[in-house]
């Protein structure tokens, strides 16, 4: 099959015309290249408007590996994470350029399964897929997603905007991702392959005296408790059930993230000085605004938003959620950082939309960097722990 071929497979009759004229379209797929009308998109953004642009690529065995993702997940979290990038900024993601390098190994069934996944969640966010490459690649699939969106002129939301006294949120619960692919990876027989920077997410001791990874753990996914094996085997009825909603929950987390589009343009809306997605990890995003802003953020462990599935595999794994929780990353919710006097105004609109919002610390002056407050359940004494500048790094 040649490549016009692979691309009308791939693509063809996934999106209407008319529908893609909505969202600004003016010549999709099928040219030299595309060209749209930001001016004419159906975003909801009326007067002036910004154009922002994402891109991201995925290296099969250093982002992925077919032991923890279907061809559809693969396709799904490469557009996912580009949305994710928009909704971050406060804008309405539009369109998308997909470019992937193809190995002999995939076969055309296969990357219109991979593409089956990416139009799912293009069709979730509105997303007008126009153009992009296709080439061939020696033995990895390579896809990287070119992103662009809109937002009000002016009014993006960047990682720079803290300021001293205001408070630090999250617009969900994190560490799912990071869980759920250490489940995968114990489930598949501890790595092999699939043991990429990325794929061995560290699951070092949170110890007593700091947040920080043990040196030599970096990269090393320990294995799963026997404890959790034997109940993912079978055990009561109820504790079946319990189990398979865990895992269920940790599975989706990792292979199907949720970008916050609504979250960020509510926080837009109402005034958020600061955003970041959380894609690398809690500690590392908020360090990015730390050091983008010029101060210091103070997070409270007890306030760190803990899901029933995280908890429940942490003590089956017999390991501390919170290092998945700071370090994990790609779970796609908001870190960001806003007035402390429009709490309550943004607390009764996320309740009204059925939206997550946790606030979770506060921004000070002083020296730049990141602290966990943690309070002693013998004493109550709480003490400040410094949280290691640390997430996923792709040159670590």
Request: include cysteine; aromatic fraction near 6%; charge should be negative.
């Amino acid at each position: 099959m040649d490549e016009f071929a692979s691309i009308t497979l791939w693509t063809g009759r996934r999106q209407s015309a008319e529908w893609q004229r909505a969202r600004g379209v003016s010549l999709g797929i099928g040219d030299d290249a595309a060209a749209v009308d930001i001016t004419g998109a159906s975003d909801g953004i009326l007067g002036a408007k910004h154009m922002v642009l994402a891109v991201d690529t995925m290296v099969e065995s250093v982002h992925f590996s077919g032991e923890t993702m279907r061809d559809e997940d693969v396709g799904y979290k490469a557009l996912a994470a580009n949305v994710s990038d928009i909704a971050a900024m406060g804008g309405v993601p539009l369109h998308a350029l997909v470019s992937v390098a193809v190995p002999k190994s995939y076969g055309p069934e296969r990357m219109r399964r991979l593409y089956d996944g990416l139009y799912e969640c293009a069709e979730r966010y509105g997303v007008a897929v126009i153009g992009g490459d296709t080439t061939s690649s020696p033995d990895r699939l390579v896809i990287s997603v070119t992103l662009t969106g809109t937002v009000e002129a002016g009014r993006e939301v960047r990682r720079s905007g803290a300021k001293p006294g205001e408070a630090v949120f999250l617009t969900g619960a994190v560490g799912l991702s990071a869980a759920g692919l250490h489940l995968l990876l114990a489930e598949a027989g501890g790595g092999g392959a699939a043991g990429s920077a990325k794929q061995r997410l560290q699951a070092g001791d949170v110890e007593a005296g700091h947040v920080a990874p043990r040196a030599e753990a970096e990269h090393v996914v320990p294995r799963v408790e026997a404890g959790y094996l034997e109940l993912i085997q079978g055990q009561g009825q109820d504790g079946e059930r319990e189990t398979g909603q865990s895992r269920a929950a940790l599975v989706a987390a990792h292979r199907r993230p949720s970008p916050s589009v609504r979250a960020g343009r509510l926080l837009l809306e109402h005034g958020s000085s600061s955003l970041n997605d959380v894609s690398d990890g809690v500690a590392s995003e908020a360090w990015e605004i730390a050091e983008a802003s010029g101060l210091r953020l103070v997070l409270r462990e007890s306030r760190l938003p803990l899901d029933d599935a995280l908890k429940t595999y942490g003590a089956d794994a017999s390991l501390n959620p919170l290092e998945w929780m700071l370090y994990g990353g790609e779970d796609y919710v908001l870190l960001g950082t806003i007035a402390k006097d429009k709490l309550e105004e943004v607390r009764e609109v996320f309740r009204e939309e059925g939206l997550s919002f946790f606030e979770i610390g506060e921004t000070l002056e002083g020296s730049v960097g990141v602290e966990l407050v943690r309070e002693s359940a013998q004493s109550g004494d709480e003490r400040n722990i410094p949280v290691a500048k640390r997430g996923y790094n792709h040159f670590g």
